[in-house]
């Protein structure tokens, strides 16, 4: 059995929601390309995120993040997409992953995204005084935006990734414009 894919599947959600974890499952298991649009913004600039944050702020790295997903979705190969977990915030980034994609959201509660990245220092919104209470605000602030997505999938704890990996095709075959079963 395989699978051909008409768009460009962008996976969105929170930081540690596990988008690129379950996006190179999920392109591994299409056989379809990868892409991570922090990956291409950090190759393009030269720098980390956090690098590019403290050097030229966070609405500088918004517009170079809409241009590169703009590239990556105008691109001739379709694949899946993982995104920055601010990506879907911006109302022309949304338009512009409907008009181009289809927009899995991976919902994961509060606990499970702080048990994630808890321990990891490439989260510039996260140093701060309290970062786990940064993280509450965060979400909360951004669960009404993600649930506009095309889809969404929930994440438990219990999960693997290749788990999350087959809830996501799941999802994704109630959207025949998007995945075809060959």
């Not at 008409?6 to 499952?25: H, Q």
């Not at 922090?38 to 702020?57: P, V």
């Not at 510039?124 to 951004?142: I, K, S, V, Y």
């Not at 994440?155 to 996501?168: G, R």
């Amino acid at each position: 059995m395989g699978w051909k894919i008409k768009k460009t599947i962008v996976l969105v959600g929170m930081m540690g929601a596990g988008k690129t974890a379950v996006g190179k499952a999920l392109a591994a298991r299409l056989g379809v390309p990868f892409l991570d649009s922090d990956a291409e913004l950090m190759a393009a600039a030269n720098m980390t995120i956090a690098e590019i944050f403290e050097r030229y702020g966070e609405p500088f790295f918004r517009a170079k993040e809409s241009e590169v997903l703009r590239r990556l979705l105008e691109g001739a190969q379709k694949g899946v997409l993982s995104t920055g977990g601010g990506t879907f915030l911006s109302e022309p980034n949304r338009q512009m992953i409907h008009d181009k994609g289809v927009s899995v959201c991976l919902q994961a509660d509060l606990d499970l995204l702080w048990n994630r990245v808890k321990h990891k220092n490439t989260r510039p919104l996260l140093r701060t005084a309290n970062p786990r209470g940064t993280l509450a605000e965060l979400f909360a602030r951004r669960a009404p935006i993600y649930a506009l997505a095309d889809l969404s999938v929930a994440a438990s704890p219990d999960y693997s990734i290749e788990d999350m990996t087959d809830k996501v095709i799941e999802a994704l075959r109630s959207r025949p414009d998007v995945l075809e079963e060959t």
